[in-house]
């Protein structure tokens, strides 16, 4: 009986024109597209955590043997008090990350997308000044990984549209 709804249930969604944007795993061709891109150097503390978030998501299909995109990304990291208390003393902080990004492909030098993602972070601050900066230092690497996640999302579906249009 279990079977059966469960199947009665899936029915329905079989027409609905979702797939896997991976399907295929490390051979498909988001992914080795993925793998084919480069990106540079990134300044600041906050591009190296970006960076290496990225490289981590972008090379999971391992080493394609050249690139055909870069990844040229700019980064805006914000530090903002948000609750001050009567004594004048920041009693919370907003951490904020902001990416502008723009896939380029090597070929031909065409701009494939120009967008943007971020995310930020709430922070107590508290009476110890290590444990603040450790906590703020804490939310920069979270954010990079948040931020560095949407930006290979949005960079798969990219290169998942372009391989359909290629292939119409």
């Not at 090597?106 to 494939?112: A, F, H, R, V």
Request: negative net charge; proline residues 2%; aromatic residues 4%.
């Amino acid at each position: 009986m279990a079977a059966f709804l469960a199947f009665a249930l899936g029915l329905p969604l079989s027409g609905c024109g979702l797939q896997p944007l991976y399907s295929g795993g490390a051979s498909s061709s988001v992914a080795q597209g993925l793998a084919a891109i480069d990106v540079p150097a990134i300044p600041g503390r906050d591009g190296w955590l970006v960076r290496n978030a990225l490289q981590d998501r972008l090379g999971a299909a391992g080493d394609v043997g050249g690139y055909r995109y870069r990844l040229d990304v700019r980064l805006d990291d914000a530090l903002e008090a948000l609750g001050v208390l009567n004594d004048d003393t920041i009693s919370r902080e907003l951490r904020i990350l902001r990416s502008r990004y723009q896939l380029v492909d090597l070929s031909t030098g065409e701009i494939l997308l120009d967008a943007t993602a971020g995310s930020d972070a709430g922070i107590d601050v508290v009476s110890s000044e290590y444990a603040t900066i450790a906590a703020e230092q804490r939310a920069l690497e979270n954010l990079a990984q948040e931020v560095a996640s949407r930006m290979v999302t949005r960079v798969a579906l990219t290169l998942r549209e372009r391989e359909r249009a290629v292939s119409q």
